[in-house]
């Protein structure tokens, strides 16, 4: 009962900063009304939505299969990095993108130097390649949490029923995928629909427009809120249409419960091991290639780094932990209740996948600012933001082993009579420990790499490391800004790893 | 006792009346920032006007102004600088501003006078290239679609720059600015949601040149000893920035506010601008330019939409940028 009132309460917070502040933004101004450019903007960004989504998702099938069938040295490394892209600032990601693929990148060379024609990143396609690197290793998270959701017990009963690969995928794993990529391809699908910066870099001009930036220009070129508010709207609209297509698709696995014992999964040998290693191979490569741009970018201007990057780096750490917390705990809250079948609060804990972090950012302002200075807000509600933004990969991280947890425990916990703050210390928390670390983990680097709202209204000493890095860049400073970018991603990545692994070790 | 009470409460009320008065100036991000001119500004203001000085920052130009129109009359600012003269027309239009009253002359490329606005500081923008990579760079628009150079900008929908390079073509070429976008098209290697993602691909080696100022060079000399990019001098004349500040009508410091608005034009703050800002300063100093600046191409003409034409014109310009490189 509690739980209900917990989740009803968390839902109608998230219903009010999502649409309370675009109802903020509306009652600024004068009339809204959509151009040809923004519906034109809407079908580019279903088009590669939908494109990113579908190839995130296919192709992350074969390397989360892999990684948890097989066991290889740095494997737990290799677990880790898969989490890199998507902790990568955007603007720092399009850069090691650009340096692999771009008119001067790695590729480009080497396809000089044997004399073929070189290609061009610029383009839908290269949205999607762009979206597909920072997005598949999410879904390759997502699926491996579902790969060890499985019961050993079930593959032991696959293999004493003398199953081949195939029946092992039909039976064990294809249920399995049906529970959770759904989710996972309705979560790149939103993120990539309200992509902004990735789609204007290399989609190589304004054909390739998102309703992202016409929020942008509504909001902070021409001031005319009620056009953002509407394009905010629009954007919620087709994000709740995809949230109830992958409802409808997606089916709980009812595996029924296993004994925890964290056996390997079977692997078969042959060919196929051949194919795996490729595999694993090409994925590592395929990660490590533009982060090690990044790094290799951001080494020759160290020394040029300015004395407010500590100050900014202990700020922009505070705020990510801070927000880290707000979001976890919220999430827990919600995928707990819509795993005891509460209805509605899914949409509400997808919904803020489709927000604009300016137009939270800037409701919050208009609606706090009659009482507070905007400079004393710039933290709290950078914070409140963040939180809000990242709570939906939490969620979709909790979910499907929620789903599980309560379908498996919940009569056994009946029966103890066990309730409240027992069931949570014995039971939900040890049992969720590794979706809590990993989306911990998420939402603290998420905060970590987010400009959005900070830049609306810093004040003086109140820099964040990617307003800094911003800072840098537009005052021609490039060295220093990717160096500022290289501290960001490690400090991010670091904190990352930390939360990440400290779920994997209270689970070991 | 209740004398001396009362001449207590007196004195801490006479404390109170007599504590610094502070004056707060709205600007972009990268003039507040610590190798920006906000700084060294401070400093010299602080020390002839016995008064604070605060920066609050806001994104760039234009978002400054959406910020004001945000908080309209409830703004803490006095003073916003970091306007420019594509924006002149729909900040005088909002009400906010209240005349400036000064009367130093500004030495621009051309005639500027605004009731309201102060120029600080002016640029031509130019495409940037490097000499050691790029020969003989494109003499002009027409010149530049006819070649193969690639170049990257920035959307006028979202950048200052973006919407410069928009109205430099509408005005070199009138009606046909579309067909120039068209032969444009293929030389456009991306379009960038702001002035540092274009020119850091620039740099990366993305594009061969880039839309920035012709001041740019200056940076890579003064700062970096690097005197391997120039700007490349087009035919059609140079489209002018000038940036801008205005007094709020709504200030509770109109003195402090007018006193800042003439220390502008004063060598204290026009000798921090040049190094720091990258930009012309709106009155020569006393001292001259600094060396960095000696090298740099004077353009031949200065083009310039009169700010109040700006808004009409603007519109359907960026539309006509879009419907033609949307093809």
């Known amino acids: 009962m509690t739980l209900r009132l917990a989740a009803l309460s968390v839902a109608a917070l998230l219903a009010v900063l999502i649409l309370g502040t675009a109802l903020a933004v509306a009652l600024n101004g004068g009339a809204a009304g959509l151009t040809a450019g923004d519906w034109a903007a809407v079908r580019f960004s279903l088009t590669q939505a939908a494109l990113s989504a579908l190839f995130s998702t296919l192709l992350a099938i074969p390397v989360a299969r892999t990684i948890a069938r097989r066991h290889f040295p740095g494997r737990g490394w290799l677990i880790t990095l898969t989490g890199a892209p998507f902790l990568l600032p955007v603007i720092v990601a399009v850069l090691g993108l650009l340096a692999i693929f771009g008119r001067a990148g790695l590729v480009n060379r080497l396809l000089e130097a044997v004399g073929l024609p070189g290609m061009t990143i610029y383009g839908l396609h290269g949205v999607v390649i762009a979206h597909v690197f920072l997005n598949l290793p999410l879904v390759v998270r997502m699926l491996l949490l579902g790969w060890t959701a499985i019961p050993a017990e079930r593959f032991r009963l696959a293999q004493s029923l003398d199953m081949g690969?195939?029946?092992?995928?039909?039976?064990?794993?294809?249920?399995?995928?049906?529970?959770?990529?759904?989710?996972?391809?309705?979560?790149?699908?939103?993120?990539?629909?309200?992509?902004?910066?990735?789609?204007?870099?290399?989609?190589?001009?304004?054909?390739?427009?998102?309703?992202?930036?016409?929020?942008?220009?509504?909001?902070?070129?021409?001031y005319d809120p009620p056009r953002a508010a509407a394009l905010s709207a629009l954007q919620f609209i087709l994000c709740s249409g995809a949230v109830l297509l992958a409802g409808l698709i997606a089916r709980p696995a009812g595996f029924g419960g296993g004994l925890d014992r964290g056996e390997a999964i079977p692997a078969p040998g042959g060919w196929r091991r051949l194919v795996d290693a490729a595999v694993i191979a090409l994925a590592a490569v395929l990660l490590s290639l533009p982060i090690g741009a990044v790094v290799a970018g951001g080494l020759s201007g160290l020394h040029e780094l300015p004395a407010s990057l500590?100050?900014?780096?202990?700020?922009?750490?505070?705020?990510?932990?801070?927000?880290?917390?707000?979001?976890v705990s919220a999430a827990l809250v919600l995928a707990l209740a819509v795993a005891r079948g509460q209805r509605g609060i899914e949409l509400a804990a997808t919904l803020p996948l489709a927000a604009s972090a300016l137009v939270m950012?800037?409701?919050?302002?208009?609606?706090?600012?009659?009482?507070?200075?905007?400079?004393?807000?710039?933290?709290?509600?950078?914070?409140?933001?963040?939180?809000?933004?990242?709570?939906?990969?939490?969620?979709?991280?909790?979910?499907?082993?929620?789903?599980?947890?309560?379908?498996?425990?919940?009569?056994?916990?009946a029966s103890l009579d066990m309730e409240g703050r027992a069931a949570l210390r014995w039971v939900i928390l040890p049992r969720l420990a590794r979706p809590l670390g990993f989306g911990a983990g998420l939402a603290a680097a998420l905060s970590m790499g987010d400009l959005g709202v900070i830049a609306l209204f810093a004040g003086e000493r109140q820099e964040t490391l990617p307003l800094l890095v911003q800072r840098l860049a537009g005052a021609y400073r490039m060295e220093a800004a990717a160096s500022a970018a290289l501290v960001l991603v490690t400090a991010t990545f670091t904190i990352f790893a930390l939360l990440e692994r400290g779920g994997r070790l209270v689970r070991a | 006792m209740r004398y001396l009470l009362a001449a207590g409460l007196m004195g801490a009320a006479t404390m109170a009346a007599a504590e610094t008065?502070?004056?707060?100036?709205?600007?972009?991000?990268?003039?507040?920032?610590?190798?920006?001119?906000?700084?060294?500004?401070?400093?010299?203001?602080?020390?002839?006007?016995?008064?604070?000085?605060?920066?609050?920052?806001?994104?760039?130009?234009?978002?400054?102004?959406?910020?004001?129109?945000?908080?309209?009359?409830?703004?803490?600012?006095?003073?916003?600088?970091?306007?420019?003269?594509?924006?002149?027309?729909?900040?005088?239009?909002?009400?906010?501003?209240?005349?400036?009253?000064?009367?130093?002359?500004?030495?621009?490329?051309?005639?500027?006078a605004d009731?309201?606005?102060?120029?600080?500081?002016?640029?031509?923008?130019?495409?940037?290239?490097?000499?050691?990579?790029?020969?003989?760079?494109?003499?002009?628009?027409?010149?530049?679609?006819?070649?193969?150079?690639?170049i990257v900008i920035q959307d006028p929908r979202s950048s200052t720059p973006g919407l410069g390079l928009v109205l430099w073509v509408k005005q070199a070429y009138g009606d046909r600015a579309g067909e120039i976008w068209t032969g444009l098209a293929d030389n456009i290697v991306t379009v960038t949601p702001g002035w540092s993602e274009?020119?850091?691909?620039?740099?990366?080696?993305?594009?061969?040149?880039?839309?920035?100022?012709?001041?740019?060079?200056?940076?890579?000399?003064?700062?970096?000893?690097?005197?391997?990019?120039?700007?490349?001098?087009?035919?059609?004349?140079?489209?002018?920035?000038?940036?801008?500040?205005?007094?709020?009508?709504?200030?509770?410091?109109?003195?402090?506010?007018?006193?800042?608005?003439?220390?502008?034009?004063?060598?204290?703050?026009?000798?921090?601008?040049?190094?720091?800002?990258?930009?012309?300063?709106?009155?020569?100093?006393?001292?001259?330019?600094?060396?960095?600046?000696?090298?740099?191409?004077?353009?031949?003409?200065?083009?310039?939409?009169?700010?109040?034409?700006?808004?009409?014109?603007?519109?359907?310009?960026?539309?006509?940028?879009?419907?033609?490189?949307?093809?």
């Open chain 2, 21 to 112: 008065p502070v004056l707060t100036v709205l600007t972009y991000d990268s003039f507040t920032s610590e190798w920006g001119p906000g700084p060294i500004i401070e400093k010299a203001f602080e020390a002839e006007c016995a008064c604070d000085l605060r920066f609050v920052t806001g994104g760039d130009g234009a978002a400054l102004l959406s910020r004001l129109k945000m908080e309209g009359a409830a703004s803490e600012a006095d003073v916003v600088l970091g306007l420019d003269t594509n924006l002149t027309a729909e900040a005088t239009a909002t009400g906010l501003f209240a005349p400036h009253g000064q009367d130093w002359g500004a030495n621009l490329p051309i005639a500027f």
């Open chain 2, 198 to 327: 274009a020119y850091g691909l620039f740099l990366n080696g993305e594009a061969d040149m880039v839309l920035s100022y012709t001041t740019s060079p200056a940076y890579h000399i003064g700062a970096e000893k690097d005197d391997s990019k120039a700007a490349a001098p087009f035919v059609e004349g140079q489209y002018l920035q000038v940036e801008v500040a205005g007094k709020l009508a709504a200030t509770d410091q109109p003195e402090l506010a007018d006193k800042f608005l003439a220390f502008i034009g004063t060598d204290a703050f026009q000798t921090a601008i040049p190094e720091t800002n990258w930009m012309y300063p709106a009155v020569t100093p006393a001292a001259g330019l600094p060396a960095s600046f000696s090298t740099l191409i004077q353009p031949e003409k200065t083009l310039l939409i009169p700010p109040a034409e700006v808004p009409e014109i603007a519109k359907a310009a960026v539309e006509e940028w879009r419907a033609a490189l949307s093809q």
């Open chain 1, 165 to 222: 690969a195939g029946a092992v995928f039909r039976h064990l794993e294809m249920p399995m995928l049906r529970a959770v990529l759904p989710g996972a391809a309705l979560t790149v699908f939103v993120i990539c629909l309200s992509s902004f910066a990735v789609t204007l870099m290399l989609g190589g001009g304004p054909r390739a427009t998102s309703v992202e930036l016409a929020i942008y220009q509504a909001l902070r070129f021409d």
């Open chain 2, 115 to 150: 009731p309201n606005f102060v120029p600080y500081d002016w640029g031509w923008f130019a495409f940037v290239y490097d000499k050691t990579k790029l020969a003989s760079p494109p003499k002009g628009f027409e010149d530049l679609a006819a070649s193969d150079v690639k």
């Open chain 1, 310 to 327: 500590a100050p900014a780096l202990l700020r922009s750490t505070a705020v990510a932990l801070a927000s880290s917390a707000l979001s």
């Open chain 1, 361 to 413: 950012g800037t409701g919050l302002f208009l609606i706090l600012r009659p009482w507070v200075s905007p400079e004393g807000l710039a933290l709290p509600v950078t914070m409140m933001v963040n939180a809000t933004l990242s709570l939906p990969f939490v969620f979709r991280l909790l979910l499907p082993e929620a789903r599980t947890l309560l379908a498996d425990w919940s009569r056994l916990m």
